[in-house]
């Protein structure tokens, strides 16, 4: 896949791989942590998220200034690494009392200053790869390499912070219920109408608890399941010790691209090198990608509901256990090797393949086949999984589908008939909407959040349902994010490419404060009308990006 792209593209992958592990192990349980440690509402809880998710995406403009002036991107990005462990290493320490939750919001807005300076200026170190002309036809395709790095950390993420939920939880005897947290802190809270509900659900993790042992349980289960959180996070410190030691390492392999246009200006060396535009080609270029960026709002909005609403809904609203067939789904370790193995059937009756390419191929299915039996073997005919076990499909989905995008871009360039950026973005807005047309119709005849109280649906949908629409949003991303990262390497203004760069990121910041926005819907409308409103967002962004196609084309060329 790496064939005929420079090496950099490796290091820089691997390096954001390591990074994106440790992010989305912390992004897939924080939303729970908060609201299991400190029994914040789902308002609160969406407005802590949602600010935090702007600053994680707005603050890479500053981090663009910042390489673009002073530091270059290299350095950049080596401090956003150091400063992203310490925000991670906050919230791995356990802590309690009142002044836990300011460690708390402190250590996010760390993290996200330490990511503000970290990932666009990665993003524009790879575009710098990509402007030497032996490889600048493939930049489109490295980005989604790239990209698809990205999501191979992501993916194993849930399954890490899951497992680290268990693994703690299981020292105490205990096991992950997603009804325990909110009834816990209402009961030591005087607030519990019922506290019968409690009792009945502590019984199942021990049956000797009495009323009068209650308080007790309630405070126990709490703490333990936020220690559980804390060492997930800890998971992620040690993710980015490795991306540090793989980006330090093998910086010969980009340093010939460490430059800005500020510092080739300032090398005798390299002057000849920088790209001087004129300033109305300038303001074309950033006012096509203003363009871009607006739209991009609406779809990080929508698709950012993963973290947030879409967690919701697998919690009170899918059923919380699956039966053997449908744990291959849940059960990362079973997946992977199925998909391996149909590489490997591909590989051995591909016709261009070469004798010991299908040898291989066949030995692949083979051993992949039999670990992916073996694990189904194993399992029992009820599976419970907890909610942020959903976050692995995305990643998974993105890697399994990238090359399959690939090929069919390659299929349509050959043909002449590959569709710009710009119409790719606008494609993505309308899958976008698709799936979110999934969850209408699966949300018709549940009751609304409103009703639920702190407890779960009596209803229960199948996970096949929020598989669906991430099947679906993946590959509304692969047409969006990826070919837009690559877009705005290839149009931003030279000397300002770490700003652009930031740019995107802070669209996507936009986007992620109105995932905040709606959250606080979530308890306000009923189910159907939430996914509608998105839906529509997503159609009217698609049609101002289809309206503004040629006017796009033609500022940029692409």
């Known amino acids: 896949m790496f064939k005929g792209h420079p090496r950099g593209l490796v290091v820089a992958s691997l390096a954001n791989m390591g990074e994106r592990f440790g992010f989305y192990t912390m992004y897939a349980i924080f ?57 991670y290493l906050m919230l791995a320490i356990p802590m309690r ?36 002309p032996q490889y600048s036809s493939r930049r489109d395709a490295a980005f989604t390499i790239f990209y698809m790095c990205i999501n191979i950390g992501a993916m194993f993420a849930p399954t890490a912070a ?38 009945a659900i502590a019984q199942l993790q021990d049956a000797s608890i009495t009323i009068e042992k209650l308080g ?95 967690t919701y809904f697998a919690r009170d609203y899918t059923v919380p256990s ?48 039999g670990i992916a039996y073996y694990r189904f073997s194993k399992f029992h005919d009820v599976n419970p999984f907890t909610p942020q076990k959903f976050q692995h499909f995305n990643p998974f989905f993105i890697v399994a589908l990238t090359p399959v995008i690939l090929g069919i871009f390659g299929w349509l360039r050959n043909k002449g008939k590959e569709p710009s950026s710009p119409k790719k973005i606008g494609i993505g807005m309308v899958l976008t909407a698709v799936g ?38 993946t590959i509304a991303e692969l047409f969006l994010s990826p070919i837009g990262i690559s877009f705005v390497s290839k149009v931003s203004p030279p000397k300002y490419k770490g700003l652009m760069q930031g740019g995107w990121l802070a669209a996507t910041s936009a986007g ?7 959250g606080m819907l979530w308890t306000v409308v009923p189910l159907a009308v939430f996914w509608t409103i998105l839906v529509v967002c997503c159609l009217l962004s698609a049609s101002f990006i289809f309206f503004m196609l040629k006017r796009l084309e033609r500022a940029t060329g692409n």
């Open 512 to 518: 992620n404060l109105l995932v905040g926005v709606m």
């Open 31 to 87: 939303v729970l942590f908060i609201q299991a440690k400190y029994g914040f509402d789902t308002s609160k809880t969406s407005l802590i998220w949602s600010i935090f998710l702007f600053a994680v995406y707005f603050l890479p403009l500053a981090g663009g200034i910042i390489a673009d002036k002073w530091l270059g991107y290299g350095r950049t990005i080596t401090t956003g690494i150091v400063v992203m462990f310490a925000g």
């Open 436 to 473: 979110f047309i999934v969850l209408i119709i699966a949300s018709i005849g549940l009751p609304s959040p409103d009703s639920l109280g702190e407890t779960v649906s009596d209803v229960l949908v199948s996970p096949y349902w929020l598989i669906s629409t991430y099947f679906i949003l």
């Open 322 to 369: 699956v039966g053997r067939f449908t744990n291959l789904w849940f059960d990362l370790f079973t997946l992977l090797p199925i998909f391996l193995a149909v590489v490997g059937l591909v590989l051995a009756f591909r016709k261009t393949s070469e004798l010991k390419t299908r040898l291989a191929g066949a030995v692949m299915t083979i051993v992949f086949a």
């Open 97 to 132: 009392g009142d002044t836990s939750v300011w460690v708390v919001i402190t250590a996010l807005f760390v993290i996200a200053f330490g990511t503000g300076l970290f990932k666009g200026n990665l993003q524009a170190l790879v575009g710098n790869l990509y402007d030497d």
């Open 162 to 199: 899951e497992a680290m939920n268990n693994f703690i939880l299981s020292g105490s005897g205990y096991t992950y219920d997603a009804r325990i947290p909110a009834l816990a802190h209402k009961f030591l809270e005087g607030r519990l109408e019922n506290t019968a509900d409690l009792l």
């Open 216 to 310: 007790s349980f309630a405070e126990n289960y709490i703490n333990v399941l936020s220690k559980s959180y804390h060492f997930g996070f800890g998971v992620a410190c040690l993710s980015l010790i490795i991306s540090s030691l793989i980006f330090l390492g093998f910086k010969k392999f980009y340093k010939h691209a460490d430059f800005t246009e500020k510092q080739k200006a300032a090398h005798a060396q390299m002057k000849d090198q920088v790209v001087e535009l004129s300033a109305e080609e300038t303001r074309k270029r950033i006012l096509a990608l203003i363009l871009v960026f607006i739209v991009v709002i609406f779809f990080w909005m929508s698709f950012h509901q993963n973290g947030l609403t879409m």
